[in-house]
T-cell receptor, first 115, second 115 residues
């Protein structure tokens, strides 16, 4: 079945450092890929997405490129802020019959940014 | 719009007790989902629904039942709670398909403790 593997955390960075969170996937067909973010005490929010190979998703300074050849969707940000401290989830979406889909999530990576 | 709401926010149950978690969405979404989130496990799909009156099992359905009597509501029931069901439960909803392909919108979560 489908699966998503992301790097274990916590990832601890100083403000303005460069961030990379690795995500690789295993799937049949042509899935869509997502990054969700969960701030403390809240639900998940969509951060960015890519629906086909070579697409780049971007939002709030974060970006990730859908690499089919390496089955990866790594999350990057050039300069993190304290407010970026959260748990980040990589997810894969597959269409099922009748057009609907379910998401397969990675285990999440906690990011801690210090001033 | 309130988006996706969940009630209650917190609950403590004794082993063997029953309860129902309510999820409501005001976005006219076709699809709704129940997940549980456990430390180090990411999010796992319990049950989902592709429309009013229709439900299906996800990855971890045992010990739970669901109902979707109205399009905007999705109920998750625990008939006889067990300590292994201590978790944070998230509801999500999504459109059928379109430009926001497979994006899911999440509620704030219900923290359940079974003693």
């Amino acid at each position: 079945g489908d699966s998503v593997t992301q790097m274990e955390g916590p990832v601890t960075l100083s403000e303005e450092a460069f961030l990379t969170i690795n995500c690789t996937y295993t799937a049949t067909g042509y899935p869509s890929l997502f990054w969700y973010v969960q701030y403390p005490g809240e639900g998940l929010q969509l951060l960015l997405k890519a629906t086909k190979a070579d697409d780049k998703g971007s939002n709030k300074g974060f970006e990730a490129t859908y690499r089919k050849e390496t089955t990866s969707f790594h999350l990057e940000k050039g300069s993190v802020q304290v407010s970026d401290s959260a748990v980040y989830f990589c997810a894969l979406g597959q269409g099922l019959n009748s057009g609907y889909s379910t998401l397969t999530f990675g285990k999440g990576t906690m990011l801690l940014v210090s001033p | 719009n309130a988006g996706v709401t969940q009630t209650p926010k917190f609950r403590v149950l004794k082993t063997g007790q029953s309860m129902t978690l309510l999820c409501a969405q005001d976005m006219n979404h076709e699809y709704m989902y129940w997940y549980r989130q456990d430390p180090g496990m990411g999010l796992r799909l319990i049950h989902y629904s592709v429309g009013e009156g229709t439900t299906a099992k996800g990855e971890v359905p045992d010990g739970y039942n669901v109902s979707r009597l109205k399009k905007q509501n999705f109920l998750l029931g625990l008939e006889s709670a067990a300590p292994s069901q201590t978790s944070v439960y998230f509801c999500a909803s999504s459109y059928r398909q379109g430009s926001t392909k497979y994006e899911q919108y999440f509620g704030p979560g219900t923290r359940l403790t079974v003693t």
